[in-house]
């Protein structure tokens, strides 16, 4: 099945968020957030079909996560296949990720290859907004 995770993580270095191509070795918080969450679908034969960065917004209200108040957030989009066994690994992974605020995912197709070419890749915006 093609799934959708939006992702909200604590603000920071675009390049913590943004690495997902690189497979680590454990699971260490020096690791890029999107790393992590790549690095389980590839491991347990899913795949990742493509990573977007929306950037750093406000929150619509504040959210406490592990005793902290977030008013902004860093939010990317993550697309991948991957069975409901997977999926569900991913969402224990996601949240046990301490520096993650939010998590939101969403299936969108039923895994036929006609549902599936309707969903191109999400497009990745650098800082200086290009596409």
Same mark, same amino acid.
């Given at each position: 099945?093609?799934?959708?995770?939006? &992702?909200?993580?604590?603000?920071?270095?675009?390049?913590?968020?943004?690495?997902?191509? /690189?497979?680590?070795?454990?699971?260490?918080?020096?690791?890029?957030?999107?790393?992590? !969450?790549?690095?389980?679908?590839?491991?347990?034969? $899913? @795949? @990742?079909?493509?990573?977007?960065?929306? $950037?750093?917004?406000? #929150?619509?209200?504040?959210?406490? @996560?592990?005793?902290?108040?977030?008013?902004?957030?860093?939010?990317? !989009?993550?697309?991948?296949? /991957?069975? /409901?066994?997977?999926?569900?690994? !991913?969402?224990?992974?996601?949240? #046990?990720?301490?520096?993650?605020?939010?998590?939101?995912? @969403?299936?969108?197709?039923?895994?036929?290859?006609?549902?599936?070419?309707?969903? $191109? /890749?999400?497009?990745?915006?650098?800082?200086?907004?290009? &596409?």
């Amino acid at each position: 099945m093609l799934y959708e995770l939006i &992702a909200i993580v604590r603000p920071g270095n675009l390049t913590e968020v943004k690495e997902y191509v /690189a497979i680590p070795t454990n699971h260490d918080f020096d690791t890029p957030i999107a790393t992590t !969450v790549g690095s389980t679908i590839l491991r347990n034969g $899913g @795949v @990742v079909r493509g990573l977007a960065n929306w $950037g750093v917004f406000s #929150l619509p209200k504040p959210i406490s @996560v592990l005793q902290m108040k977030h008013h902004h957030g860093h939010y990317f !989009v993550m697309r991948y296949d /991957a069975s /409901a066994k997977l999926h569900s690994e !991913v969402r224990n992974v996601m949240r #046990l990720e301490p520096r993650m605020i939010r998590a939101s995912h @969403v299936k969108l197709g039923d895994g036929k290859l006609e549902t599936l070419s309707r969903f $191109g /890749a999400p497009k990745w915006r650098t800082e200086a907004g290009e &596409a």
